[in-house]
């Protein structure tokens, strides 16, 4: 315990003593470190005026071809060169062009083995100086093909490997760094090899690998972090990476106590506090958030100690999800640096995703989506826009808001085919049908089945109701045959008994309603439309009397009075009377049924049949009243029908034979 604390405060009073906190940039945040100036050009390096010098490229005369003076004089110059740059190499950056032209002075005269591969290191050093890497190359390149056994060799191969870094091209600058581990002797461009290896590996994210270069680089020269502090650093941010906290501080405040002036001094202290936030000490991590506040505020580092601590509190106790909110929303108000800002709009927007509010998080992301994007920070932005309208439309097909779904949909189609979700066409489909959109419904569940191959009998069997419902009774009967599913087996029996009976082929309709309605079974008042199908669908083939049956049991299951279902079972109930020449009993029935009539044409025509019905009976007069009563119809054809029939009767009357 003591231990620990005496670890803590060593850390803080570390902090303090170095009076400037910094962090690295991890993952989407982290900016990448520059690179580090080469030996003996510290500092920022500006261009001076121009200046006219040889380009690298040129042929230079061969100095000891020349006469004994003049070969004296070429080296004169060369050493006059190695003078100034000596004089003025911690400087470089001011003096570069100056350096450039005294050496291209010697090199217009003559080369000279002793001078030249040197003089052409130090031309490109001072390129580099200019931030000119094109230039710089083509000397180093010229010592690697003329003067490949010159000590230079190295040293240029190690400056490529800082040129390919600065390029972000990793992978040639460790194949540069590793050419020179084989051809060198040298303990000191060995260490400078691995380090710069190791950077290439942080640099890339290939952290195991950059601690060990490190590692590497340190057990041949312990205190090469002298030389380059830079490797502290470098070696912190992997340690970050790879949870090794603790180590990883002490790198970071190592480099600080040999770096107190680093410009990067905010960012250090964000990336300390970050790590010890990763070690639950948020008490120290707490203070070093207030230092950067109070030092530094509306710094990078900042910005991103904020970030984190929003981060942490987000991945505790719901109770405390607010306060992460509250701070999202704080750094989404502020100047932020572009990278910065793109990624607290993104964390803010899965936040509210996370949370429930799929609009407000659309709102951000539909906001940054009209903005000038990276591919990748793009590609994360849609891919999460994806998931948020995605379960945008789930929330409101669970709350039946059908209309949202179809619209949310219908906005977002090309999202929905590529991603191509079965249970989203499903849900989609459903949506449809519930707005009785038919055609666009049975497309969704053709979506649906398409995504599924073999399976999908669910949708199958909706394809089929959508198709009954629209009419295409002999589509809706293909879907439902296709059904395979045990428990949609009732499902599909009652929709072929429904698309038979509609097609008017009563047989199949009676074989599907055996299935639906087997015999034994006493109808409950929830399957008056099977009894009412059965009776009918016997009346349709002839038997009549089995139809009575079913009229029977209809009419008992209506408890309370329902006049439309009275009214069918009593037209089926007069009909068969009819059929079975029960005249009697058919006028009774008809009679009936006209009691539930509201009128309409159905009135005049059941005036009309039991008009014929007391004709059958003998009661003329019974007949003639209800002729009568159809006279008086707003309908002509009812109107000259019942007038034609009357006329009829009258000649009959009087003995005149028409026919």
Not at 364 to 374: N, S
Not at 423 to 429: D, L, Q, R, T
Request: with cysteine; net charge neutral.
């Amino acid at each position: 315990m003591k231990s620990e604390c005496r670890r803590k405060s060593r850390i803080f009073m570390t902090v303090c003593l170095v009076g400037c906190f910094l962090a690295l940039s991890p993952a989407l945040l982290w900016s990448l470190p520059r690179t580090p100036p080469p030996p003996g050009v510290p500092g920022e390096m500006r261009e001076p005026a121009s200046r006219p010098f040889l380009d690298a490229g040129k042929a230079h005369p061969a100095a000891t071809e020349a006469p004994r003076e003049e070969q004296d004089r070429i080296k004169a110059l060369y050493e006059r060169a190695d003078t100034f740059f000596l004089e003025h190499q911690t400087e470089l950056d001011q003096y570069a062009g100056e350096v450039l032209k005294q050496y291209s002075e010697a090199l217009q005269q003559g080369v000279t083995p002793g001078h030249t591969p040197m003089a052409l290191y130090r031309c490109g050093l001072s390129c580099l100086a200019m931030k000119k890497p094109d230039k710089a190359a083509t000397y180093f390149k010229r010592i690697l093909s003329e003067y490949p056994e010159d000590p230079a060799v190295n040293a240029c191969r190690l400056r490529f490997a800082e040129i390919f870094q600065d390029a972000r091209s990793y992978a040639e600058a460790v194949d540069a760094s590793r050419s020179v581990l084989r051809t060198s002797s040298l303990e000191e461009e060995k260490t400078e090899a691995h380090y710069s290896i190791g950077k290439s590996f942080t640099l890339a994210g290939r952290h195991q690998l950059a601690v060990e270069s490190f590692q590497q680089c340190l057990r041949i020269d312990p205190l090469f972090y002298l030389k380059k502090p830079e490797l502290l650093k470098f070696m912190g941010e992997s340690l970050s990476f790879l949870k090794e906290y603790e180590k990883s501080c002490e790198n970071l405040l190592h480099y600080l106590n040999l770096r107190p002036d680093t410009p990067e001094r905010d960012l250090l202290l964000a990336k300390i506090a970050e790590t010890l936030l990763s070690q639950e000490d948020e008490r120290l991590a707490n203070r070093l958030h207030r230092y950067l506040q109070a030092n530094f505020p509306d710094s990078e580092g900042d910005f991103i100690s904020t970030l984190r601590k929003a981060e942490h509190i987000e991945g505790r106790s719901p109770e405390e999800q607010d306060r992460a909110a509250s701070l999202y929303h704080e750094l989404s108000r502020k100047q932020l640096p572009s990278p910065l800002h793109v990624l607290v709009k993104f964390k803010l927007a899965r936040w509210q995703a996370k949370h429930g509010n799929h609009r407000e998080s659309l709102a951000i992301i539909d906001e940054m989506l009209q903005t000038t994007l990276e591919a990748p920070t793009y590609e994360q932005f849609a891919s999460l826009r994806a998931s948020v309208v995605e379960e945008l439309l789930k929330q409101s097909f669970n709350e039946k808001k059908y209309e949202a779904v179809v619209r949310l949909y219908q906005e977002n189609i090309p999202l929905f085919k590529n991603l191509r979700p079965t249970e989203i066409f499903g849900m989609v489909g459903e949506s449809y049908e519930e707005m009785q959109l038919y055609p666009q419904a049975v497309a969704s569940y053709e979506a649906a089945l398409d995504s599924l191959g073999e399976g999908g009998g669910k949708y199958l069997l909706r394809m089929a109701r959508c198709s009954y419902r629209m009419g295409d009774l002999e589509k809706a009967a293909q879907c439902c045959r296709k059904v395979r599913v045990h428990d949609l087996e009732s499902q599909k029996n009652e929709l072929l008994a429904r698309i038979y009976f509609a097609q008017g082929n009563y047989p199949e309709a009676l074989r599907q309603l055996g299935l639906v309605l087997p015999g034994g079974r006493e109808p409950a008042f929830s399957d008056f439309e099977w009894v009412n199908m059965y009776a009918e669908s016997c009346m349709n083939t002839g038997r009549h009397a089995e139809a009575l049956q079913w009229v029977q049991k209809g009419l008992a299951l209506l408890q309370e009075e329902s006049p439309e279902k009275r009214l069918q079972l009593l037209l089926v109930k007069g009909r068969c009377h009819q059929k079975l020449s029960q005249s009697v009993e058919a006028i009774k029935c008809f009679e009936e049924a006209l009691g539930w009539v509201r009128g309409g044409d159905l009135k005049e025509q059941l005036n009309y049949e039991i008009s014929n019905l007391y004709l059958q009976t003998g009661e003329k007069e019974k007949a003639v009243q209800k002729l009568s009563q159809i006279l008086g119809s707003p309908n002509p054809f009812w109107q000259a029908a019942a007038q034609q029939q009357i006329d009829y009767l009258q000649l009959k009357e009087k003995g005149l034979q028409l026919f």
